[in-house]
């Protein structure tokens, strides 16, 4: 066989790789003999004609500027070919991909990629073409591209002919070496005729550049996000509607600006309707990875810069040391590894009925990391450092835990500006790194198990940070369109679209079945009602699927219509599908302003009997999670201590006088205050909702801002304050269990198991604001009492009296008679001094005459009395 040795050298096309190195991709086309079993090898000059009249010119023009790899390549042919189909009984090494391809005209274009771990072959075959009289040679007209498929022109193209088979068809096959992959091989088919060099230029039915990808596949569009298969397989799948072109970017090294390499996917192969996707066999040297998206309609967003680099909104492990784009800060990337494995061996969830739950609700990092927890630099502020302080829930008898946001958020903004819903911020990890993170987190939750106490997050899905989050991914889609103007501004995510949807219920499945969380509190609850144009809905989507997903069946839903823009509440009928508990602000309000004796006696006995005006409506008061004070707003210190006109909407009283004081009455008035608010939050039903830091007198010094909040201070839980609060606190979460027959009801009571009393036993005078004494006795249920009786509480479940004052002056009260064979014992009297003003054993209250028990109120307190067998 004559052989033409000829050499050429192609420039990477569009390889921005951050690289000066040299790399070495060969390209053979091979031809077989019919009577020979060696390959003929032509090698072509990049200055001559092809021997077929076709002519190869230099790589080098169709590059982009600033590329900095090169790729050597070498293409041959030989003179005598034979027709060859593509090998079907491959080692097992091999792996095939095929694509199947149909041009303008209607025929077919098959083409199989094969790996052999060596070198790829690309096999293309063209079959059933219709070719005009006067051509007599078919070629392809191929190059190759990665980050911009818009830099190769046709003139820069490499042209080999095909081999016409036996059978019809057009044959040839193109080799690689493996490590110089991936790339794509972009070409056309010529028909040429010997007075034509240019010939007919045949493309695909879309009129565009057949396009294959060489060293990586097409993909999957599910699952979302990045996934490993049982051979070590990676695939990439993310959304976008209205991306005209999706650049995957890899990085090799996290401290990079620029990513080492750039694959402009294809969007005929690597697209499923809205989703993008490609998969590897493997990641190289590549550790974490992000997308850049181009489009008309993503352009027109203000906050999008097609420069940016994106995160992957499912990525589970991601890494925040990439430099931002514009010099501020640091940008979020997606992790090249699966999520580290962990051993939930023993673990057993807690399944607490909701009615049974006593909630704390805290700042994770602010909760630790002041330097008076005594605990390392590396474990303050973070998951290990909550596990460290476990004993503290304890002692408080709380057996849930509330965490405010802990997705990666907006530093500026703070926790309720997220920045993306599938992995815990990485400061919240021992050393920073998302694995300890991630590990960290799963620990504390097993530990927090072990001990009872379930684990609930407050989650925020219904906006997000300003900037790179899902902005430049498809804004149209993720977010509140333009006309709904005001939701627009915020960048309140259009949560009752599909794709939106979609994403919430996955978050909340990979939570539950990957971190084992109990619950989620969803802030600004009241924007999940809202339809695609900004609309109320009375059904809304989202809220209806989380209520019947299966996989969140035993998973707790709390609405909080708290809105983290305005630092109020919103009210709003929730729709609930008897699967919704919420928050309830009406509850903080009434209580609040009953105490600070401008109430209505109507509106405080409705929060005391579980908020029949709200949760009567299929739920009941279990429901209800109540609360006086909340991480915004002004702690329960505060409440008694600050009352300027600037406060009004916080409904406070400072007991006489406003801020710090030395005045032994007003002090003792707002300790007395205090233990009210207590009090009435642990004795009504519901679910009671202690605020970090109330237990031990935290202030914000009179500032309901969020920001204000300051860390919990270790120190001040060793004052007399908080001593006798958090054992007051831990009294009444006993007391709440040992009679869970009237404080932790699932249904309301009967109207015959409960007394309402005013004045000397008169009816309460509901309306009247000027009354300010309300009593209430709560008779046992025989029938609940023996279902629940155990030999412990044997002669502890009698009738219950409780009496609240917000009056100015004592107030003596007639109990009414007790049971028979029982007498009524005090156990709280909050006017008291400690630690006489509650009790286990109780005081019990001399009969004056026969039927006849009484006792004096001092002003501005409550008392629990219950009756006992004599």
Known sequence: MAMLPLSITLQACCWACGTTESSRLTATTHYRDRNKTTLGLVKLDAERKLVFGGSVQSLTQSLPRGCHSRVQATSGVSIEPMEQKFPTGTEETDKVSTYLFRTENGDLVNVFVR?????????????????????????????????????????????????????????????????QTPFYLSFIVKSLADANLSGLEIRSHRKTNFCVPVGFGRGYPTPLGLSFSSDGSINFAIFSRNAESVVLCLYDDPTAQKPALELDLDPYVNRSGDIWHASFESAWTFVSYGYRFKGTLLRNTNSFDEGDILLDPYAKVIDESIPNNKGTGSKLVGRLCEEPVFDWDGDVRPHLPIEKLMVYRLNLTRFTEHKSSKLPTNVAGTFSGLTEKLDHFKDLGVNAILLEPIFPFDEEKGPYFPCHFFSPMNCFGPSGGPIATINSMKEMVKEFHANGIEVLLEVVFTHTAAGEVLQGIDTSSYYHASTAKDLEARNSLNCNHPIVQQMVLDSFRYWVTEFHV?????????????????????????????????????????????????????????????????????????VRNFLRGEGLLSDLA????????????????????????????????????????ELASQLSWNCGEEGPTSKTAVLER?????????????????????????????????????????????????????????????????????????????????EENIDWYGSDQSLPRWEDPLCKFLAMRLKADQDEVENQLTNEYADLRGDLFVAFSAAEQSETVILPPPPEGMAWSRLVDTALPFPGFFSIDGEPIIEQMEGLFSYAMKSHSCALFEARRL
């Open 606 to 645: 409705t929060r005391l009997c579980g908020n029949g005006d709200i949760f009567s409506d299929g739920r009941g008061p279990a429901f209800s999670f109540n609360f006086i004070s909340r991480n915004s707003g002004l702690p329960l210190v505060d409440l008694v201590s600050f009352s300027g006109s």
């Open 518 to 590: 109990d619950g989620f509190c969803f802030i600004n609850a009241s924007s999940l009602l809202h339809g695609v144009n900004g609309e109320y809905q009375s059904r809304p989507p989202l809220v209806e699927a989380i209520a019947f997903d299966p996989l969140l069946t035993k998973t707790k839903f709390i609405a909080d219509c708290w809105d983290p823009h305005e630092m109020v509440p919103k009210e709003t009928r929730f729709p609930h599908w008897k699967r919704w508990a919420e928050v309830n602000a009406r509850f903080c309000n009434d």
């Open 115 to 179: 790996n052999n771990t060596v070198n790829y072959s690309v096999y293309v075959e063209v079959s059933s073409l219709q070719l005009s009289s006067s051509a007599d040679r078919l070629v392809l007209s191929w190059g190759m591209y990665r980050a911009d498929s818009s830099s190769l022109m046709p003139s820069d193209f490499i042209e080999t002919p095909f081999i016409k088979t036996s059978s019809g068809s057009f044959t040839l096959e193109l080799e690689f070496e493996a490590k």
């Open 670 to 750: 707002r300790l007395k205050q205090i233990r009210n608010f207590l009090f009435i939050l642990y004795l009504s039903l519901g679910v009671p909702v202690l605020n970090m830091g109330d237990e031990c007198g935290q202030s914000s010094g009179g500032s309901p801002a969020y920001s204000d909040r300051k860390s919990f201070d270790w120190k001040a839980m060793e004052t007399g304050f908080a001593t006798q609060t958090t054992q007051f606190i831990a009294y009444l979460s006993s007391f709440r269990r040992r009679r869970s027959d009237l404080l932790q009801k699932k249904h309301y009571f009967k």
